[in-house]
């Protein structure tokens, strides 16, 4: 929460999972809920996503 508002982090990605890990582990503490949006991703960033505590939406 941030000066009393929740603060949602938005992330689109495609075939990140490397990349995803590094990004949600430097996620401020102010932020209150993560959404990854999965453009299709054929690796694990989902898995990734989710070990982090992200809510993952898949777009085919």
Known sequence: MYKGQRI???IPCLNE????ERVLARMPEFV???IVVDNGSTDRT???AESFGA??????
């Open 8 to 10: 949602t982090a938005i």
């Open 17 to 20: 999972e490397q990349g995803i």
């Open 32 to 34: 209150d809920e993560v």
């Open 46 to 48: 989902r898995e990734v």
């Open 55 to 60: 809510k993952v939406i898949r777009e085919d």
